[in-house]
């Protein structure tokens, strides 16, 4: 969230494109790891639990439902 009010500050001050758009680069690669932190949570605690419970299509189905939301990331 911080580098989402820095960005904003920076076009409300005029702060030139380039430098702005940097930033906004900056940000979109912390969300991007972000989500590949949760993602690899995601697989190792969730998938994990949900096959060892016997849950395998639906675990399997809702960790593909997951990787498709992170592949929209762009």
Do not use: W, Y
Not at 43 to 69: M, P, Q, S, W, Y
Request: aromatic share 2%; glycine share 8%.
């Amino acid at each position: 969230m911080g580098q989402l009010r820095a960005i904003d500050k920076m076009i409300d001050e005029d702060v030139p494109c380039e430098d702005v758009l940097i930033q906004i680069n900056a940000a979109k690669g912390a969300l991007h790891k972000a989500g590949q932190v949760i993602l690899e949570g995601h697989l190792n605690h969730c998938v994990r639990e949900g096959i060892e419970h016997g849950d395998a299509d639906k675990t399997i189905a809702e960790f593909a439902k997951a990787v498709e939301h992170f592949s929209r990331m762009s």
